[in-house]
């Protein structure tokens, strides 16, 4: 079967995938010169590469999303077109024979993506086909070309296992306590975005490296910008109109700090690219932020649903979250008399046009 008769039996035509790699390399920021590199880059994977797909301490949540878009599905295009060899949810095969898969992939050039935390005290807290987890993912990683952790459990060891007795440690910290000087791509969000994985690797596919990564190695494109700034409740917050009774239908689209939002905290696209193709996302659903793209996420960011006391607002500071709406409305105010004093400095108060702007 040829590459594009793969596409057409999932009912996927050569425009709708050329389309999809546009869309995608425009999300990363890349040049639109990129796209007939990219699309060849990922005709290529139809038989390339193989991918492991390691689960540890989690929920399979990760999984789900990948694998729950809608149909034909981008995640479903570019997952099976790196060809999963191992993947214990959702292969065929089991037992001896899922091991057998697994030993067979090791020997070749293959992409290894990595769900969950890993446990850092006792081998006994994860066991996978009677091996502990800890020495799969070591030797996993050692043979690996890419070491992708995807979810907030893999990349940083948070998330609920994090916050247990297990002393969960992501991917990059497991390896660095064993010596492994492999990089490692983050790609956190509980559980993470089917785009952010999908264009993760359609530029590793396009370049044979990483994208440009931030200090907790999150590629920029996606973990670039504060939710804060792109929040669509964010005219509520300047305003002072903030969310204290849930059961108040006037309050229904008020700003959510005041019940645990940790917008202003949290780096992530989730403000711009929203999930189930683009539908809804949380805070647009009416739940605060948890702030799940951030290592402190879940242990230092609970009890989610509470205040967070002090926060950091650019072009103002720290503030207290009880009194957010005086230092805004302060802050609103102090713009509005410079104005007024440049425009009286400038004479142009005078002119009636802008007396009535005003």
């Not at 295009?77 to 001896?96: F, K, P, V």
């Not at 996978?128 to 952790?149: H, N, S």
């Not at 403000?271 to 189930?276: G, K, L, R, S």
Request: hydrophobic fraction near 40%; charged fraction near 20%.
């Amino acid at each position: 079967m040829g590459n594009f008769d793969l596409l057409n039996v999932k009912g996927v035509s050569r425009r709708d995938f050329i389309k999809l790699v546009a869309a995608t390399t425009a999300a990363l920021g890349l040049p639109e010169l990129i796209v007939p590199k990219a699309a060849s880059a990922l005709e290529q994977a139809l038989k390339k590469p193989p991918v492991i797909w390691l689960e540890g301490m989690d929920c399979t949540g990760c999984t789900e999303s990948a694998i729950s878009t809608l149909n034909p599905s981008p995640a479903e295009l570019i997952l099976d077109m790196l060809s999963i060899r191992y993947h214990e949810t959702i292969m065929a095969a089991s037992g001896h024979t899922s091991e057998e898969a697994y030993q067979a992939t090791l020997k070749e050039n293959f992409v290894l993506v990595v769900e969950g935390s890993c446990p850092s005290k006792e081998d006994r807290f994860c066991m996978v086909g009677g091996r502990p987890f800890r020495k799969i993912l070591i030797e996993a990683a050692q043979k690996a070309q890419v070491i992708i952790a995807i979810g907030s459990c893999a990349s940083e060891g948070a998330g609920i296992p994090g916050a247990c007795a297990t002393g969960a440690v992501g991917v990059a910290e497991l390896l660095r306590n064993e010596g492994i000087n492999k990089p490692v791509i983050n790609l956190p969000c509980c559980p993470v975005k089917p785009t952010t994985l999908i264009g993760t690797i359609l530029y590793y596919l396009t370049y044979q490296k990483a994208p440009a990564l931030d200090s907790q190695n999150r590629p920029i494109a996606y973990y670039g910008s504060l939710l804060h700034d792109n929040c669509p409740r964010r005219g509520h917050f300047e305003n002072g109109n903030y969310l204290t009774d849930w059961n108040d239908p006037i309050q229904k689209e008020y700003c959510l700090i005041l019940k645990g939002c940790k917008g202003p905290k949290t780096y992530t696209d989730c403000a711009q690219v929203w999930w189930n193709d683009n539908a809804n996302f949380c805070i647009n659903a009416g739940s605060p932020c948890s702030g799940c793209s951030e290592k402190d996420f879940y242990n230092g960011f609970s009890p989610l649903y509470a205040k967070q006391e002090i926060f950091k607002l650019p072009g103002i500071g720290h503030v207290d979250a009880d009194t957010v709406g005086f230092v805004v409305g302060g802050a609103a105010a102090i713009g509005l008399g410079a104005h007024l004093i440049a425009t009286a400095a400038s004479g142009r108060l005078g002119n009636k046009d802008h007396k009535e702007d005003m």
